[in-house]
């Protein structure tokens, strides 16, 4: 694989546990970079709200002391990077964050364990960098779409796409936010969306929307960053999605 400085930090209170996996990782994973380590709430709190990296790799004990609170009170995204669990229970760690979570590293620790989570990240990491790219060079040669068909069951549902304000993912579903508050849903997935979409003004704003940008009003930059809809919903926008909505919209 050529994924290249892809960065990865550790919260997890067993510090020889932390080495063991940080030993596996740098000899074998050379693209990786273990760029730092939080063994308490402080060092958690600091790297969660101040530090850029790709992977999370977090011990579920360690969570159920502070961690995951940090995580829910904080500004961090969590599904705007490749989360990785260590725990004994592997049931337990995945019921917790079944929507989020890229993987699991099981106790006592092998290292096919810690290789095989850290692979599926880096080819996450790496499908999403390549999608982007996709849809960057598409957009050049655009041709886009007045009507979208959403099909169920019993009928197929026929869209305007001026009147479709936002998508957002619900596992392998899609919702349609139209105007006038109406909903559809899809069982296709956001990605599928984002390339019918890739010709008309829509911007993937965070990993579970999909905003159409003729149908934003306003910018929130306090607090992080949120698009509002011209019906007052309030779209998150993805830490590593910021400057690229920036330079979008031409804001410095």
């Given at each position: ?69 940090i995580l829910q009170n904080s500004s961090f995204d969590l599904n ?7 725990s004994t229970e592997k049931e337990r760690s995945l019921q917790m ?156």
């Amino acid at each position: 694989m050529n994924t290249k400085n892809i960065t990865a930090v550790i919260i997890e209170k067993n510090l020889d546990e932390v080495q063991q996996i940080k030993r596996v990782v740098e000899e074998q994973c050379s693209t990786i970079i273990i760029d730092k380590i939080a063994a308490n709430p402080e060092e958690t709190k600091k790297i969660i709200n101040d530090l850029f990296y790709d992977i999370l790799i977090i011990g579920i004990e360690t969570g159920k002391e502070y961690a995951f609170e940090i995580l829910q009170n904080s500004s961090f995204d969590l599904n705007d990077k490749e989360l990785i669990l260590i725990s004994t229970e592997k049931e337990r760690s995945l019921q917790m964050l079944t929507n989020t979570a890229t993987d699991y590293i099981v106790k006592p620790f092998e290292p096919s364990s810690i290789l095989g989570a850290i692979e599926k990240a880096q080819q996450n990491i790496e499908a999403s960098k390549e999608s982007q790219g996709i849809i960057a060079y598409q957009k050049e040669k655009s041709t886009p779409l007045n009507v979208i068909a959403i099909p169920s069951t019993n009928d197929v549902k026929i869209l305007k796409v001026n009147d479709i304000l936002y998508l957002r993912s619900e596992g392998k579903y899609t919702i349609f936010h139209t105007a006038k508050d109406k909903t559809v849903m899809s069982s296709t997935n956001l990605g599928a969306y984002e390339k019918k979409l890739i010709h008309n003004n829509f911007f993937r704003v965070h990993n579970s929307y999909l905003v159409n940008m003729d149908n934003i009003v306003n910018v929130q930059k306090r607090d992080g960053v949120y698009i509002e809809m011209n019906n007052r919903d309030m779209i998150p926008v993805a830490k590593r999605k910021k400057e690229h909505l920036f330079q979008f919209l031409g804001i410095k």
